[in-house]
């Protein structure tokens, strides 16, 4: 089998404003690759560091005529897309993107797609569950598309951010006793993030015409309730009472993992439907062509070490939040000037401080997570348990970096859909609702050293049911959001300074 250049490669990655797309971006560019990242909004990477030294291609892989030109050049490209928590129709989504990524790519002439897929199970007498059955036809249709394709599959990952990772480390925190399902006694074979971009760097340069699936994993192989009992140990907690029980299903435990940890029903269900099938590699042939790394492969307890280190020290490249929620990218924004998309209900506060106008952009650019909403914590609250009821997101992703703020990030319920450093933050809502909403905050110098805070929350409806809810809550906005602007000026001023109302 003729070998495959060894030198700098042209290469795509699709999926690069997700967790491991994000993360795998730099190390081509470390390893001096040429990088053009397939987004359907190159704006949510404007903030990333690297953003700078690559490529933009926009296109959207569920519209093939948007991918016209994307490949051109390419030698690699990446397959880093699926629809986990998009709805019942994944399937044929994935199934369809997959296709056109394919056909996209044999026309252009790229010469290998490399696939991050999920670990298959040797012996499933139940079949498959409908995650890794999506992600295993996602990995025959590239194959069968004519290019070259390697397939990596991998079970759990470990790193700081991801969704494996933080379903792991909230259910071990939150509960120092819990029943659990049978699926917490399932073999899994973990791999650290680190490994995984390590393989698919590494499967850039695998032999041309080589054309399979690889099972990559760490070296441990552990049940989910030893996961469970090793993270408590490395972390300090007290010994976890764990008591498994066979009466809960793989739908009601996600049920139950989404209302202790962050991570949404949509995405918990399929994630533990995964996890009653024992995962564990049947093989290791990847190290024929691409070397384990040097020093071995992460154990488990390192991973786990390594992750949390990342997170105390706010040095969270991507989260499993990263990826956007399926929407409309073309729905007009509300600060477009010319803005015609019918009804939009607007609740504007205004307030003057005397402090500096960057004392109240620190506390702006702080907003949520731990932080808060600066407001009726309780409604906050109810809320987010409602969109969690509702099948949303809730309040519990939080917040990638704990002071700051980038294009992209998810925060709680909302998403930064802009940011213009000490001037304007803008939130798209990602709770369900009705409509579309928005929620900016914006300070501006007011006077020789005061500064003058603006806020709106803007709210689109669709149909009878978007007017209703907006009427439905208008009372409470007087103590909500009236609350948020008086609590946030008053939190940037010093030695008690009160807010003026603007004068109009």
Avoid at 139 to 148: A, E, F, Q, T, W
Avoid at 276 to 292: F, Q
Avoid at 377 to 385: D, E, K, Q, T
Wanted: charged share 20%.
């Amino acid at each position: 089998m003729d070998a495959y250049p060894s030198g700098p490669l042209r290469c795509l990655v699709s999926g690069a404003t997700g967790y491991i797309g994000g993360r795998l971006a730099p190390e081509l560019l470390a390893r001096g690759h040429t990088v053009r990242c397939l987004v359907r909004d190159p704006g949510r990477l404007r903030d990333q560091p690297w953003r700078a030294r690559v490529e933009t291609a926009t296109g959207d892989v569920t519209r093939p005529e948007s991918l016209d030109g994307a490949f051109d050049g390419v030698d690699v490209a990446y397959y880093l897309i699926h629809s986990l928590g998009t709805g019942p129709t994944f399937e044929a989504t994935d199934r369809e993107a997959a296709r056109a990524f394919g056909a996209a790519a044999a026309a252009a002439g790229v010469r290998r797609i490399v696939y991050l897929g999920g670990l298959v199970p040797a012996h499933a007498p139940d079949g498959l569950s409908p995650h890794l059955r999506s992600r295993a036809e996602v990995g025959r249709i590239l194959r069968d598309s004519g290019v070259p394709t390697a397939e990596l599959r991998a079970a759990v990952i470990i790193g700081s951010g991801s969704a494996s990772f933080e379903m792991l480390r909230h259910l071990t925190e939150r509960l120092p006793a819990m029943v659990t399902p049978r699926w917490v006694s399932t073999r899994i074979q973990p791999i650290a993030v680190r490994d995984v971009l390590h393989y698919l760097v590494g499967a850039a340069h695998l032999p041309a015409g080589l054309t399979r699936s690889f099972d990559i994993g760490g070296p441990d192989v552990l049940t989910y309730e030893e996961m469970m009992r090793r993270y408590a140990r490395i972390t300090g907690l007290h010994r976890r009472l764990i008591v498994p029980v066979p009466v809960l299903t793989p739908r009601l435990s996600s049920h139950w993992v989404g209302l202790v940890t962050p991570v949404p029903n949509s995405i918990a269900r399929p994630l533990v439907e995964s996890l009653r099938h024992e995962v564990v590699c049947g093989e290791h042939d990847i190290a024929r062509w691409v070397p384990d790394p040097e020093g071995g492969l992460t154990g488990f307890d390192r991973a786990v070490e390594l992750a949390l280190r990342r997170i105390k020290d706010a040095d969270v490249a991507t989260r499993w939040s990263s990826a956007s929620l399926p929407g409309a990218p073309s729905d007009p924004l509300p600060s477009d000037p010319d803005w015609a998309g019918g009804s939009l209900y607007q609740d504007v506060r205004e307030l003057t401080v005397s402090v500096p106008p960057a004392a109240v952009w620190q506390v702006i650019e702080g907003i949520g997570g731990d932080n808060g909403w600066y407001s009726f914590p309780l409604a906050w609250a109810l809320r987010g348990w409602l969109d969690r009821a509702a099948g949303g997101v809730g309040l519990r992703r939080g917040r990638r970096d704990p002071a700051r703020l980038r294009v992209g990030d998810s925060l709680d319920f909302w998403r930064v859909e802009e940011i213009e450093p000490g001037h304007l933050l803008r939130l798209r809502a990602e709770m369900r609702l009705p409509g579309l909403a928005w929620l900016e905050l914006s300070v501006t110098p007011a006077g020789d050293h005061g500064a003058h805070y603006r806020q709106r929350a803007l709210f689109h409806p669709h149909g009878l049911a978007g007017h209703a809810y907006w009427w439905s809550v208008a009372p409470f906005h007087t103590f909500v959001f009236a609350g948020m602007a008086r609590n946030i000026t008053e939190r940037a001023g010093q030695d008690g300074t009160r807010p003026v109302p603007a004068r109009s």
